[in-house]
């Protein structure tokens, strides 16, 4: 059975061993209070609390986790707090939710505590269905053992005794780590029956998920639980009083639950001195595309779009000129370059027509054409809907039909309307947030970057240079005549004297580009 | 009880029905197409979209419950143009053969084109082309008609616990399928037709020789007379022929047959049906009246009784008789004819 006085003997005999690892492999540093941080120019400017031992802890080992004050947090709930104690801790901590919609995560154990029933569940939403989105996973696969303490400790606020972690199948690392902590956890009584030898008991089991993106919204996944097809339900209940089998049940993500074992250790206070007032603490997102430094960067709530994109990531890859950056996934938006100074939070991203999301951060340049990253994003919803409901099944499978033709030279007058009206159909009329959503990309792109689609609908003309289609090749007075061209065209529509500027049917020219390819001097461009 | 106002009318309904209940109960007209009060909400065909003062979004009225003080709008412009957008998508993607439609007259994505003005979806693009499953005998799926309602995979699942269909596939391309897609003759269907009941437009139907369109029918209500359960339902008749049966909603078998009943009802206007008695005269089966028939049953039992007692006599009743009519059998034989040789084909 393990007892505090166990605990704490584990941590110290353990935590020098582990400090002896770390300054060997120097990629660490010490701080005067004790805290352990990842060293470098990427990092300086981080504030690692979910990720706050990513990289440093064995994630194999229970032990490393207690060096690092893992579990003591659970102990000091168990022994010096009611459950109602807890649950007021986490609403003054106004921790909200990192699955996406940022709610408060007190306020959803509250409804659950209040609610009588002889079984209640708590569910760790690990599904992490967002393209490029990867921090939860690292969470998984770096500090399993966060999780599980953050799960115990919302079960013992709630009174629920089992819970489950739905996680991706297509994470095997992230599984088997799982499994292993959750039977080291067991085996040191911090699972299981009678936790620290109370009567406080909690299990955790694993679900494993087939990959369909609306797996990841709460109900789907606990129609997944249940063995069911992944739809989502109707909201005439609220999964807190009747959730999994019915029965009360909280959900949260598995950033959230990384973040509750350190604010029983610190305090609400610390925690809300971080980030700021209506989002306090941290969120980690996967910094991706035309970035210099691309990872996973945790920082501060309100730090700006610009800070994370030049400060941590470096600034654009190439050099070239920022355009736009996408945050929030699929169901995000396009946030144009001028819009670089917004806080990163949950409100301000909002009033700008993007989302947090699950942290997804897309930097994009010049050479991106918004048209067509909508199109992806839709390309995506249409291909990850679940079917259940009208506006979502079909709207954007017309929208996604709307956009293919546009980027592919066929748009029309009229097209940006349609889409409009499909938008406003979609997300007010849909039933969970996939639906409600799935346009975001659409409309925010129609917002900052209408000129975009209207250069495709009007004069076929991608002005990004990236749309295969509405590309014209042309060869320049830079032609030397060297024939080379001509001779390697697969359709021979290029036609020209030797030591004479050639010129390009464009009629018959299919843009396979040989021609820009074996151009001795780049006479070949396209426009 | 709490108040709630619809249309500007303020009205008093119990705490716990949703804004749908409360509208049919006070006489408002809302469109479902997902809809059926005996199975748990459901939410997926949108139709019946109301606006609530103060929220963000349009709520569908069957699965949001009244609270007090609501104020709600069920046929404002907003409410109707989110409606007519969602038929729009719907028929966007439906082949529109009302023309050839067996379910024609009798549809209820036909009644909302009509009431709200759709002669074709407007947008062009994919329509689902997937094959009919015409494996079963006595009904096809048309998974090209099909709007995904639900409705047939929950009736399939909730009422008749027979969880013989569910969705295949999604988004887009979901269709409603039988386990590995081996089609309804191979699955676990026990053809009861519940689902073809419920269906609100033409993508499962009976499949029927008779040509027939549902104006022209009328419906007789009668009693289904394959079993003692005494469901009630009504019998669909084009002029002296009976094309159709539909259960009744009203009746206690609450809108459910099974395959008998539903699809077994082409005996009544067949051929062979015996409607008078026959008598065998020099080894044929002739025409008689049941003046004649009886006066002969009872001659028959007379002497049969004299010649060699009451045991001879054995009586067997049939499960398609009523609780009185099988009374009434077991005491003739045990009353009159003086044995206790009486039995049921239901012990059988
Ligand atoms: C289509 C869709 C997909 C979602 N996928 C995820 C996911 O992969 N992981 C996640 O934590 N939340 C996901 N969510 C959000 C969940 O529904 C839910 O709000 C969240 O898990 C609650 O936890 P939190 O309050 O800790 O954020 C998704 C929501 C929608 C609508
Ligand atoms: S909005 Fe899309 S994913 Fe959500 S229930 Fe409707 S069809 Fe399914
Ligand atoms: S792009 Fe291909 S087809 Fe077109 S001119 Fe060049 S070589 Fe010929
Ligand atoms: S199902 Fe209804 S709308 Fe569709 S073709 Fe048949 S009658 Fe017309
Ligand atoms: S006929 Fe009956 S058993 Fe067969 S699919 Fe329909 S409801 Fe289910
Ligand atoms: S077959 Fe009919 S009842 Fe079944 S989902 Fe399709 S439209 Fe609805
Ligand atoms: S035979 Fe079937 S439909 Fe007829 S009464 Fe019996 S159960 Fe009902
Ligand atoms: S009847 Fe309400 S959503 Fe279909």
Redesign the interface.
Known sequence: MMTLEKLREIKEKTRPILEDRLKKEGKTEIREDGSIVLKGDYYKKQVRIALRNCEIINPDSIDDYIALDGYSALGKVLFEMTPAEVIDVMMESNLRGRGGAGFPTGRKWNEAFKYDADKKYIICNADEGDPGAFMDRSILEGDPHSVLEGMAIAGYAVGADQGFIYVRAEYPLAVKTLKKAIEQAKEYGLLGKNIFGTDFSFDIELRLGAG?F?CGEGTALMESIEGK?G?PR???HRTAHKGLWGKPTIINNVETLANVPIIYQKGADWFRSIGTEKSPGTKVFALVGKVKESGLVEVPMGMTLREIVFDIGGGVADDRAIKAIQTGGPSGGCIPADLLDTPVDFESLAKIGSIMGSGGMVVMDETDCMVDIARFFLDFT??????????C??????ML?ILEKITEGNGEEGDIE?LE?LA??I?????CGLG?TASNPVTSTLQYFRDEYIAHIRDKRCPAGSCQALLEYYITDACIGCTKCARNCPVSCISGKVKERHVIDTETCIKCGTCMEVCPVGAVITR | MVQVTINGIKYEVEKDKTILQACREVGIEIPTLCHDERLAPYGACRMCLVEVEGGKNLVTSCTTKVRDGMVVYTNNPKVINARRDVLDLLLSNHPMECLTCEKSGNCKLQDYAYEYGLVDGTYEGEKRNKEIDDSNHFYYYDPNKCILCGLCVRVCDELQCTNAIGFEDRGFNTIVATPFNQGLEKSKCVSCGNCVSVCPVGALQPKTKVKFRYWETKKVRTTCSYCGVGCQMDLLVKGNQVVGVEPAFDGFNNGLLCVKGKFGYKFINHPDRLKKPLIKKDGEFVEATWEEAYRLIVSKIKETKENYGAEAFGGLTSARCTNEENYLFQKLFRAVIGTNNVDHCARL
């Open positions: 369909a609306v097809r739809m109707v909201k005439i249409v291909e990850e809907s679940c079917g259940k409901c009208v506006p099944r079909e709207g954007t499978k017309r039909e349609r009206s406003e159909t997300s007010s009329a849909s039933l409600q």
